[in-house]
Structures are given as C-alpha cells and as structure tokens.
C-alpha cells in the first residue's frame, strides 16, 4: 500500500514541477534557473510542514508517504539542479553557478526549517 501510495505522490509531483517550471522559467529572461530553484525551495518548505505535520500532528505514514515521499519526490529535483548548474558553468556563466549552489542550499535548508516550524506553530 505504502508503494502505491508513494507512486500516486509522484505522479502528481512530477508533471506538477515541469508545468510550474515552464511558467516560471518562460516569465524569466535570465540564464539563472528561477523555475528548478523556486520548486526546490517551495518543495523544502512543504516537506517540512508535512514532517512536522507528521512528528507533531495528526499526521499518519500514509500523509508522508503520498506527500512527502511521493509528490515532493516527485515534485522536487536535486538531478535537475546538478545538471543545470553544470549547464552554466559550460555556458560561462559562473557567478550564476556559484549563486546558484549556493542559494539553493541556503534556501533549501531555511525553507525546510521555516517548515517544520510552522508545523510547530500550528501543532503545539
């Protein structure tokens, strides 16, 4: 139950992330890529809500697995990340690279712990 759960998530994670990226990448003349970069911070956030949820909450296996597990999975993307920020530095655009590295992993990481503390908020 748990594998179909995880893979009902992902199937709406993923398409989820590529319509999300097309819009916010198509509103962005820039070579930065705003789309991976806000789905990745937004998809941080939402798994630690749906942890904190989980740990603090009424929150069941069943809620981390098809939303954690499954759609932010799905909906998140470290490949796409990787192969992105290569793409800029093959492009030359390193100080885009470096910005990029670096603010998604701050931003990740705040985001994840802006989540679990509004699970907090609202569970204790």
Known sequence: ???????LGAAIG????WLLDQ????????VFPWGTFTINV???????IILGTVELG???AQLAAIAG??????FTTFSTFGFETIRLVEDGST???????AASLAAGMLAAFAGW???QLIWT
């Open 1 to 7: 139950m748990t594998l179909l759960l995880v893979m």
């Open 14 to 17: 993923a398409p989820s992330r």
């Open 23 to 30: 819009k916010i990448q198509g509103a962005h003349d820039s």
């Open 42 to 48: 937004t998809g941080s956030l939402l798994l630690g």
């Open 58 to 60: 009424p929150g069941t």
């Open 69 to 74: 597990t499954g759609f932010c999975g799905g």
């Open 95 to 101: 100080l885009e690279s470096s910005l990029n590295i």
């Open 117 to 119: 503390g509004i699970a």
